[in-house]
């Protein structure tokens, strides 16, 4: 059968990457868009229903009643595929917060050549927490404590990963009693290898469980250890200017590109752009300067910090390299194309690994190593900057939107009541009157079998009309930005009555861009804070929330989706699903599927859920933030109660005839 090639508009909602894509085709050579249109997934292995786990596979379930050579079954089979990828997610997260607690070790003791505390407040707070004591003390005596502490909670035997204090108590207890407080980061997710060997545990329901003991030790230990030691050493983010797009490439610069996750190499490389020297090296190449710009969610880490641009999301990473302008691909660890080595021979583009963990075949390898940050920066920078002369071609296309990303927990609060009353008082009252209807994060990746961009910016924009808040992180929100919806004033037409009263009034876009993915801890601690703050119940699952990863492809996203589901949330997952099992099999015996979705809800008070329907996620998510507001109590949400004051309601109101502005404002019809 001739496999279907979909038009570049069917590929990407994005103009700046169909224009690249037609780029690609006059060139002849592949991308990750053409590749999925040629290569089909095998339709067992993404249903979940092929296990390779002994050699005496692989087995492939295709019937009812099927086993493997083990006998296995195929609710086994899935759990199994299941949590494995849960674990391989919490293990890449985790790593990531590992790496990020060695480095706060080694600033502490003076050994990190380029790096300081630049967060005393942050560092201050978070050892609070764990009552390190704080007072008389230099920030390195602090900083010394909080690194082994956090190092501790990896290798750690017994007792709870300390950060899980800080969810709220209720949920705490909740995990007690159904046994899933992580004891240690890493010894949950060596359990699931070990749980999932041949022969080992073989109760579907079982499995899962400790899929959310793991997951939970990514997000209330590994990824919150990241975010906390990220915001410490190089800053909590807080708004600031930035932009998005293929367009932030410059003609006349040496671009210098960042891709992967981790913030302590690209910050550094922040710091070596604007070095004195390297920028006259540069100029003596015969360029006006360096530009540099970020993929992914090393991009989130800078952009939100520094204002750094962000050259795209996941799908972006090859057109980057096909615009021919850049000079260097730096990469570290998670979400690197291998594709990326073979595009960029058909151009000048120098790839860089760095991670002592990455190496791609055919890729300059620069080890990275945090005593030495700094020249190691420099030297990545000189490599690019000597590649600049050797540029050919190049096509940049020219779009690009400004956005304000930087929205932390800290911020939010500070921003809701300012130095002497930070709160989440406003915030939690605006979802009480229903202004707010209720609060979603729209987050995760690209995936290249759906239309990049488009099912996170069509979910965002019909949860904005219903008046429903939206934070978002990693791939997701530079989609998001790319659009233009993480700007103040910029889409406040495009969102519900309450919501842009509330953005007006507290100066905030409606759309919030946390972070990076790790940064999704922020979101637990946000939704943690709401509960404190009191009138919406005593545990998150109380909360009109809900979380969506419309695009999610990545392992990490599973794991996100589980500790979300966790601590109280409706997960919704779009594209395909990983369990979804047999086509024509009865709702009833999909073990798995229910388990995650019912039992988890009865366990839980959270729930998760693949649905690959974009107007059946946004009908989901409204129901369920309804059905939440009823259980609290709350009014009704009602459009017609909002939007009749503030600028933008005048500015409306000007322009009807004077004779029927009396009745616009004072009858029932707000619009
Ligand atoms: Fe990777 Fe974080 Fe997914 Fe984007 S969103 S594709 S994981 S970069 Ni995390
Ligand atoms: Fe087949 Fe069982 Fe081996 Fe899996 S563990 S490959 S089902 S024999």
Same mark, same amino acid.
């Given at each position: 059968m001739a496999k279907k090639m979909r038009s570049q508009e069917e590929r990407t909602a994005d103009p700046a990457a169909q224009e690249m894509l037609i780029r690609a085709d006059e060139l002849g050579v592949s991308t990750a868009f053409s590749r999925a249109d040629e290569l089909s997934p095998c339709n067992i292995g993404s249903a979940g229903m092929c296990c390779k786990i002994c050699g005496m596979g692989p087995c492939r379930i295709t019937k009812e009643g099927q086993t493997g050579v083990c006998g296995a079954t195929i609710d086994t089979i899935q759990a199994r595929n299941l949590i494995r990828a849960i674990s391989a997610g919490a293990a890449a997260h985790s790593d990531h917060g590992r790496d990020m607690a060695m480095t706060l070790k080694a600033v502490?003791?003076?050994?990190?050549?380029?790096?300081?505390?630049?967060?005393?407040?942050?560092?201050?707070?978070? &050892?609070?927490?764990?009552?390190?004591?704080?007072?008389?003390?230099?920030?390195?005596?602090?900083?010394?404590?909080?690194?082994?502490?956090?190092?501790?909670?990896?290798?750690?035997?017994?007792?709870?990963? &300390?950060?899980?204090?800080?969810?709220?108590?209720?949920? @705490?207890?909740?995990?007690?009693?159904?046994?899933?407080?992580?004891?240690?980061?890493?010894? *949950?997710?060596?359990?699931?290898?070990?749980?999932?060997?041949?022969?080992?545990? @073989?109760?579907?329901?079982?499995?899962?469980?400790?899929?959310?003991?793991?997951?939970?030790?990514?997000?209330?230990?590994?990824?919150?250890?990241?975010?906390?030691?990220?915001?410490?050493?190089?800053?909590?983010? &807080?708004?600031?200017?930035?932009?998005?797009? =293929?367009?932030?490439?410059?003609?006349?610069?040496?671009?210098?590109?960042?891709?992967?996750?981790?913030?302590?190499?690209? @910050?550094?490389?922040?710091?070596?752009? @604007?070095?004195?020297?390297?920028?006259?090296?540069?100029? *003596?190449?015969?360029?006006?300067?360096?530009?540099?710009?970020?993929?992914?969610?090393? &991009?989130?880490?800078?952009?939100?910090?520094?204002?750094?641009?962000?050259?795209?999301?996941?799908?972006?990473? *090859? =057109?980057?390299?096909?615009?021919?302008?850049?000079?260097?691909?730096?990469?570290?660890v998670q979400c690197i194309m291998q594709a990326l080595v073979e595009l960029a021979s058909n151009f000048h583009t120098q790839v860089i690994t760095t991670s002592p963990k990455v190496k791609i075949k055919g890729a300059k390898h620069i080890e990275f190593d945090e005593h030495r940050a700094l020249s190691i920066a420099k030297e990545i920078l000189k490599t690019a900057i000597d590649n600049y002369p050797n540029r050919g071609s190049t096509q940049i296309p020219k779009d690009k939107e400004d956005l304000i990303p930087g929205f932390s927990h800290e911020y939010i609060n500070y921003m809701l009541g300012g130095s002497y009353r930070a709160s989440f008082r406003p915030l939690n009252d605006a979802i009480i009157s229903g202004r707010i209807r209720g609060v979603a994060a729209v987050v995760g990746c690209n995936n290249a079998r759906s239309k990049q961009d488009y099912l996170h910016t069509y979910v965002t924009e019909e949860l904005l009309k219903q008046d429903i808040l939206v934070v978002e992180t990693g791939c997701g929100a530079i989609a998001s930005a790319k659009l233009g919806l993480l700007l103040g004033e910029a889409g406040l037409d495009k969102v519900g009555p309450g919501l842009r009263e509330i953005c007006e009034t507290v100066g905030i876009p409606p759309v919030m861009h946390m972070g990076s993915c790790v940064d999704n801890s922020r979101i637990l601690t946000v939704l943690s804070q709401m509960v404190e703050e009191g009138g919406l119940g005593d545990d998150i699952d109380k909360i009109p929330a809900v979380g969506l990863a419309p695009e999610w492809m990545s392992e990490k996203a599973l794991s996100i989706g589980t500790y979300c589901m966790a601590s109280g949330a409706y997960v919704i997952f779009g594209g395909s699903s990983p369990i979804g099992g047999m086509p024509d099999r009865v709702d009833d015996s999909d073990i798995v599927s229910k388990y995650i979705s019912e039992s988890w809800e009865k366990l839980y008070g959270g729930k998760m859920e693949f649905i690959a329907d974009p107007d059946e996620m946004v009908r989901k998510t409204i129901e369920h933030i309804d059905k939440k507001r009823a259980e609290l109590g709350l009014s009704e949400y009602d459009a017609k109660r909002w939007g009749k004051s503030g600028d933008t309601r005048m500015l409306e109101l000007e322009k009807l005839p004077i004779s029927t502005r009396k009745e616009a404002i004072y009858g029932v019809a707000a619009d």
């Open positions: 502490a003791n003076g050994e990190a050549e380029g790096y300081i505390i630049r967060d005393v407040a942050k560092l201050r707070t978070t &050892a609070a927490y764990y009552d390190i004591p704080i007072e008389g003390r230099s920030p390195s005596e602090i900083a010394n404590d909080l690194a082994d502490l956090y190092l501790a909670q990896f290798g750690q035997q017994k007792g709870v990963v &300390a950060p899980v204090i800080r969810a709220p108590e209720k949920r @705490q207890k909740l995990w007690k009693e159904t046994g899933v407080l992580p004891r240690g980061i890493d010894r *949950e997710i060596v359990e699931c290898l070990h749980r999932t060997h041949i022969g080992d545990d @073989q109760d579907p329901e079982h499995i899962l469980q400790h899929a959310v003991r793991t997951a939970v030790g990514d997000g209330w230990g590994g990824s919150l250890i990241a975010t906390d030691i990220s915001d410490i050493l190089f800053g909590t983010p &807080a708004p600031i200017l930035g932009q998005a797009n =293929l367009g932030v490439l410059k003609e006349n610069m040496v671009n210098v590109v960042v891709h992967g996750h981790e913030p302590t190499l690209s @910050q550094m490389i922040v710091a070596a752009s @604007q070095d004195p020297e390297i920028i006259q090296y540069a100029k *003596e190449a015969g360029a006006e300067g360096i530009n540099l710009s970020g993929i992914c969610c090393t &991009a989130n880490e800078i952009l939100m910090r520094q204002g750094i641009p962000a050259a795209g999301n996941f799908l972006h990473q *090859e =057109l980057a390299i096909l615009t021919g302008a850049v000079e260097a691909m730096i990469v570290d």
